[in-house]
Structure formats: C-alpha cells, structure tokens
C-alpha cells in the first residue's frame, strides 16, 4: 500500500524542498548584491530581473487560464514594481469577475504550466532515465558523467538559467492560493465525509498507475531543478558569507 503513494510522497517532498531551496537563494542573491551595492531596492531589482523569464512566464499563464475560463483581464505587468511600504512586486494580472472555480484555476495556471516546462527541460537537458538507475543502482562514476555530459552541451548555461527561472516561478502567491484553499476546503467538507462512509469509488487500476506514472516522472524533473537550485544556492551563499565577513573586518 506505502509503495503505491512513494512517488506521490517522493514529489510532495522535492517539491517542498525546492521551495525551501528557491527561497533561501532569493535570500542569498539580494544579500549579496545588498551588500555590493548598499541598496536594499537595487538588490531586489536586480534579483527580479535574474528571474524575469520565469515572471513572464508565471504573469502569462494566469493571463491565458483567465481568457480560456472566460475571465476579463485587465492591466498585465512583468516588471518589478514598489507598493507604498516598500514592498516589491514581480508581476500581476488584474481579472475581473468570475466564480471560484474560475479563480481556482486562474490561481493553478502558473503551476500547472510551471510543472509542464520544469520536467520538458528537465527532460530535455539531463539524461534523466541513465541518471534515475544510476542512482538506484549506486553507480557515483555513472552520475557524474551524466553530469558533467550535461554541462558540457552548448546550451548548457541557457537551459539551465530557464530551467531555474521557470521551476522557480511556478510557486504560488498568498492572491494565487487564496481561491484554491477555499475550494481544497469546500471540497474537504465534501468528500470526507463520505470517504468514511464508504461511499467514495475507487479508482480503475489504469487511472493509478498512470497517476504513480505522472508524480514518478514530474518528480525526477524536480529532482534535476532541485539539483539546479542547490548549486545556485551554495554559490550565492559562498558569496554572502565572504562578503559579510569581508564587511565586518572592516
């Protein structure tokens, strides 16, 4: 029974890991800059235009959910703004009207889109099936020839930039959760109590190994963007603790 929700679990886990990983690089990155540049507004900057592609891509789903779901759409930007306390703010889609479901997807769209592209250049920039045995099997030697296979392509730093960009843009804003939670709660209401009372189907055998299928494959595309994120977040993190240091000395 375990066995069945591991990819499940396995993916709730990455995931969960690469937000951690995600925000402790936004952490690193505007406090290295912070400290190059004196300018708690110049590093955020700069960190908003590091990952604009993702931003564009994370503005541009809401934007196409809400024109698919028949939502009207409003003022759209993609570009770092300050709010009056200061506040930064990557990007944003004004929408207007529309019912719950309608928010709940509009809210999905970014992640849904995001999981997409993260796990095709996952996929398309790592061999990912030769990298999963080798980990299975232990063969270290193996892995780190995938690897270094990997960076040595021409479009190496490009694909690994977008992959970062675009794992790091899926996550959801507190306006972007807000109508999921409502509906995970109505839904919550719904269907506990008839799982306890028998009542809910279970699933054809097809639909759950095609779902253990879908986490097992979305999960090793984040293994390679959690492997993206963590480099990053060494690196920048290097940067800041020297820096720090190097300012205290002073």
Do not use: C, N
């Not at 406090?31 to 507004?41: A, C, H, K, Q, Y």
């Not at 269907?191 to 028998?198: A, E, H, Q, S």
């Amino acid at each position: 029974m375990l066995e069945q929700w591991l990819p499940l679990f396995s993916t709730l886990v990455l995931f969960v890991a690469l937000w951690w990983t995600s925000r402790q690089l936004a952490y690193f990155f505007t406090g290295v800059f912070l400290l190059l540049t004196r300018s708690e507004s110049a590093a955020r900057i700069l960190y908003a235009i590091f990952i604009l592609p993702g931003t564009i891509i994370h503005e541009t789903s809401h934007w196409l959910m809400a024109r698919l779901v028949g939502v009207r759409t409003g003022q759209v930007s993609i570009f770092p703004t300050f709010d009056r306390k200061g506040a930064i703010r990557l990007g944003s889609v004004q929408v207007k009207g529309g019912g719950l479901l309608q928010h709940t997807l509009i809210g999905l769209a970014p992640l849904l889109v995001g999981s997409i592209l993260t796990v095709w250049l996952s996929y398309g920039l790592v061999e990912v099936k030769a990298l999963a045995h080798a980990a299975e099997t232990g063969q270290w030697q193996a892995i780190a020839g995938i690897i270094r296979q990997t960076l040595l392509r021409q479009d190496a730093l490009l694909g690994l930039y977008l992959l970062f960009t675009v794992s790091d843009a899926m996550f959801l804003s507190a306006s972007d959760r807000a109508p999921i939670q409502q509906t995970l709660l109505y839904l919550a209401l719904v269907l506990t109590p008839l799982y306890f009372l028998g009542l809910l189907p279970s699933l054809p055998p097809e639909w759950t190994d095609a779902l253990r299928l879908g986490f097992t494959v979305f999960g090793y595309g984040l293994l390679i963007a959690l492997m993206v994120h963590a480099a990053l977040m060494v690196l920048f993190g290097l940067l800041f603790y020297t820096l720090l240091q190097l300012a205290r000395a002073r």
